[in-house]
């Protein structure tokens, strides 16, 4: 008995691009595909019926079988790796399915990650291993639980087959799910060739896609820079809010959606240090948790410059008028990072003296080595209860500057427009309780390389809902153990 069509509706549009954009590949097909995990509530939103995919989804979700109406694509890119421009880099183990329009009329991508390889392989398999393939399903799922744009995780597949890295590795297959897959290092590909026309074209179609309400401006391409940087300045802002470390921001890895992508060496803050670095190949902290803003604004300086040619006729103004964009992130992020700041501690009300308040306690925190996460979660309490101060000061290994700071803290607090009911709430709901702690997501990940995927369900389970606090599960919100210091990412995937 053949199994009925699977039609996906996709509607594509990247592929109305001229050729030199893609190259049409099909996913090379796997010895024995098992489903490890699926997003029902993503497959309902993107108006694919469970019921249906879920019968197939091994061979769907591995590139075994493919949609009926599906045509798929690997996309051609270039970026700028550690600062250093590599020309041609592409989708060398992704292949883009195809486009589908969801429940609320947004286009999204599906893309598998892991299926074999493409003309943008050079030297790599085009496969991926289980490790990295959870660990991007967890992590991008919790970014999407806090709130912030991200790419997502539609299912995960083991092969059945051996992925050869340092050491032979079960191959896993992700498919993931963006409002595109369109890079910063997309507008670099053909700006470096001088391939301006590519370069308009690509610029109308991420303005008609992401940003149409900007399509009959008559600065459409200077407009098109200025949302970027506006959406990355909010992007950023949140990533540092919630001490979320990137870890590899090339341009290759920053979208023009504003949605964060590529999460291979990403990890959460534990003690607060902005120097932090986890990823194992950042040899000299490029990428370190507090260099994230200035990184972001050099990455769409990037894209000013594949941009600027398109502009205007009048280089030299189209140059300044760019170059006044970039300059003005570092304010555009700092009124995104302020507001949640303020959220942070609490304060529903602007006051000058806010900045130093929230500065000092940064200071204070960097000084004690006290948790990010546990910090802010324990404040919410402490917003309303100074009885609660000693779960605070046992963060801190130098609890004084704590107090210090929560005189003047209350002081504020006192002259705010907050109830302390609103108070309570509203830190509660921008201060998470749980995080993806790093040794948890390792034991997940471990968990399941070993045959047992309960550790990587209850984990995700408990970080679809950030805000609640479950008693019986309250060593989740914990650090690691100093044992399991320091920690360490890798790229290997
Ligand atoms: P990343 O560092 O993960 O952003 O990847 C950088 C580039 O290397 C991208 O163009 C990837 O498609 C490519 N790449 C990474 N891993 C592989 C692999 N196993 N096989 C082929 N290409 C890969
Ligand atoms: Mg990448």
């Not at 000693?390 to 607090?413: G, I, N, Y």
């Not at 309960?454 to 044992?483: C, I, K, Q, V």
Request: some cysteine.
């Amino acid at each position: 008995m053949t199994s009925p069509p699977i039609i996906f509706h996709f509607h594509n549009s990247y592929q109305t691009l001229p050729e030199r954009f893609y190259t049409r590949v099909v996913p090379v097909p796997v010895a024995d595909p098992r489903l490890i995990v699926f997003n029902h509530a993503l497959a309902d939103e993107l108006g694919l019926d469970p019921a249906i995919l879920e019968p197939s989804a091994p061979d769907l979700f591995s590139g075994n079988r493919l949609p009926t109406d599906a045509a798929p694509i690997a996309m051609v890119y270039a970026g700028h790796q550690f600062g250093h421009f590599v020309p041609r880099l592409g989708d060398g183990r992704a292949i883009l399915l195809g486009e589908v329009i969801d429940r609320n009329g947004k286009r999204r991508d599906i893309q598998l990650k892991g299926s074999g390889k493409t003309p943008y392989s050079r030297q790599g398999d085009g496969r991926a291993w289980l490790g990295p393939v959870l660990r991007e399903y967890l992590l991008s799922e919790a970014m999407h639980a806090l709130g912030i744009p991200t790419t997502r995780a539609l299912a995960a597949v083991t092969t059945g087959e051996i992925v050869r890295r340092e050491q032979p590795l079960p191959g896993a297959i992700l498919t993931r799910v963006a409002a595109s897959h369109i890079r910063i290092g997309t507008f670099e590909y053909f700006a470096a060739r001088g391939d301006y026309h590519a370069v308009q074209a690509l610029a109308d179609h991420v303005l008609a896609r992401h940003f149409p309400d900007l399509v009959p401006e008559h600065d459409r391409y200077w407009a098109l820079l200025q949302a970027v940087t506006e959406r990355q300045a909010y992007l950023v802002a949140r990533w540092m809010l919630v001490g979320f470390i990137h870890g590899v921001m090339n341009t290759d890895n920053m979208t023009v959606s504003g949605e964060t992508i590529d999460y291979g060496p990403c990890a959460f803050l534990d003690a607060y240090d902005p120097a932090t670095v986890f990823s194992s190949i950042d040899t000299w902290g490029r990428y370190a948790f507090g260099k994230q803003p200035d990184i972001a604004a050099w990455n769409l300086a990037r894209l000013a410059g594949a941009l600027i040619p398109i502009m205007e006729p009048d280089n030299q103004n189209a140059r300044e008028r760019a170059s006044a964009v970039i300059h003005g992130f570092p304010a555009r992020f700092t009124q995104y990072w302020l507001e949640g700041m303020r959220r942070k501690i609490g304060l529903g009300s602007c006051a000058e003296e806010d900045v130093a308040l929230i500065q000092d306690l940064l200071a204070a925190m960097q000084a004690g080595a006290a948790d990010f996460t546990l910090t802010f979660r324990r404040l919410c309490a402490a917003s309303v209860n100074a009885g609660t101060d000693e779960t605070l000061r046992v963060l801190f290994t130098q609890p004084a500057a704590f107090d210090a700071w929560a005189v003047r803290w209350r002081a504020r607090l006192q002259q705010d427009t907050l109830s302390d009911a609103e108070r309570l709430a509203s830190m509660r709901a921008t201060n998470p309780a749980y995080i993806p702690r790093n040794h948890r997501v390792e034991a997940a990940l471990e968990a399941a390389l070993q045959g047992d995927t309960g550790p990587f369900e209850t984990l995700l389970a408990l970080l679809r809902h950030p805000w609640d606090d479950r008693p019986a599960l309250a060593e989740y919100a914990d650090p690691p153990p100093p044992s399991q210091w320091p920690f360490q990412t890798f790229c290997g995937t």
